[in-house]
Nanobody, 124 residues
């Protein structure tokens, strides 16, 4: 059973940076597309970024393009989300997700496996 565990969230000031990690304990991610989603209170879950299995193709939501970078290290069974230039509107619970194929769009219903989430708060 594929299990995903996120970490790296926290409180940061506007303009600051955080790096989120998502690890799969004891199960390879070599054959999975991976994605990051976020959900703010009272809002729907939003696709942030996704990356293919070998890490040579990535997509981003318009709201984060140029500020966030997704990457992966399959040897460490880990996917990262580097978040720079953070804004208060980036405040949300961030989830990583896995799927055997890369969907055409970063849509939550396309992903089969989910982590428990990590809170990111951007505030003064």
């Amino acid at each position: 059973q594929l299990r995903l565990v996120e970490s790296g969230g926290g409180l940061v000031q506007p303009g600051g940076s955080l790096r989120l990690s998502c690890v799969s304990p004891g199960f390879t991610l070599d054959y999975y597309a991976m994605a990051w989603f976020r959900q703010a209170p009272g809002k729907e879950r939003e696709g942030v970024s996704q990356i293919n299995a070998n890490g040579d193709f990535a997509e981003y939501a318009d709201s984060v393009r140029g500020r966030f970078t997704i990457s992966r290290d399959n040897a460490k069974r880990t996917v990262y989300l580097q978040m720079d230039g953070l804004k208060p509107e980036d405040t949300a619970v961030y989830y990583c997700a896995a799927n055997p194929r890369l969907p055409e769009k970063i849509e939550a219903f396309e992903y089969d496996h989910w982590g428990q989430g990590t809170q990111v708060t951007v505030s003064t």
